[in-house]
């Protein structure tokens, strides 16, 4: 399980918004549902924002 504040990066593409795996962004949300959900703001290398998604566990990874 995640945390909100932490930093993550999709294990695979989102094709429909253009997200390539490998993409950092930070959980701002996190949705207690059962598997949980997780409401991900990514960003790109300058920190602007691309995209705001829903996203599951299994779709994203803990950055060291």
Do not use: C, N, S
Not at 20 to 26: D, F, I, L, N, S
Not at 42 to 64: P, R, S
């Amino acid at each position: 399980m995640f945390e909100e504040y932490e930093v993550v990066r999709l294990v695979g593409d989102l094709a429909a918004k253009g997200l390539k795996a490998g993409t950092r962004g930070t959980i701002v949300m996190v949705y207690p549902v059962d598997p949980p959900e997780y409401e991900v703001e990514f960003m790109d290398e300058d920190g602007k924002t691309l995209a705001l998604e829903t996203v599951g566990e299994k779709q994203i990874a803990k950055v060291q």
